[in-house]
């Protein structure tokens, strides 16, 4: 084999390699800066919460207890499983209907495709609930129960409002607090590349 056509071996094969290396999270936990963004977005998309809305605004109990984390190795998996099946549900509560037409679309939709991306690109770590030891297994199921209920509560919101202006901003202001609840009490449990 002539030595150009080992040196271009090697160089594809580096190519390949590091090429095959970026599209894998550098570690099984969230980018901090994905959520950031996705949190500005967001914001940006709707802007204020309408005061034409406040007397349609519902309640629905912000699960704080399903994002505290432990910092044991195992609790942490827990922890980020939650993570991915909160952003699993933000993709699929925005995905469920026409969004208001006074949203700004592009910055909806990177913010769709951001979050969307941040639930993607864990998916290769996601460790599988049938592999977690008995009790971590139920302190996951326990949180994951909390973060449905919560993200199912808002689908239900649109679906009674008839997916509404209002509901819509009832919904993207629980979204807004839980990635701010995220970033303030678990900035230390995401990558910050």
Not at 54 to 61: F, N, R, S, T, Y
Not at 111 to 138: E, I, M
Request: glycine letters at 4%.
């Amino acid at each position: 084999m002539a030595p150009e056509s080992s040196l271009m071996s090697l160089w594809v094969c580096v190519t390949l390699c590091l090429s095959h290396s970026r599209s894998v999270p550098i570690a099984c936990r969230f980018n901090g800066h994905q959520v950031e963004s996705s949190l500005e977005l967001l914001k940006t998309t709707g802007g204020s919460f309408p005061v034409g809305c406040l007397e349609e605004k519902v309640a629905i109990p912000f699960p704080a207890s399903a994002f505290r984390s432990a910092g044991v190795s195992e609790v942490s998996d827990v922890f980020a499983m939650v993570l991915n099946e909160t952003f699993s549900s933000v993709t699929a509560v925005f995905a469920d209907g026409d969004a208001p037409p006074q949203w700004r679309p592009s910055l909806l939709e990177d913010f769709h495709n951001r979050v969307f991306r941040l639930s993607d690109d864990f998916s290769p770590c996601a460790t599988t609930v049938r592999g977690l030891r008995g009790d971590v297994k139920s302190g996951f199921l326990d949180r994951a129960q909390l973060v449905k209920t919560y993200f199912d509560k808002m689908e239900a919101v649109l679906r009674e409002k008839k997916y509404s202006f209002c509901a819509w901003e009832i919904v993207r202001q629980e979204t807004v607090r839980t990635l701010e609840f995220i970033l303030e009490h678990n900035a230390d449990s995401l990558l910050w590349p």
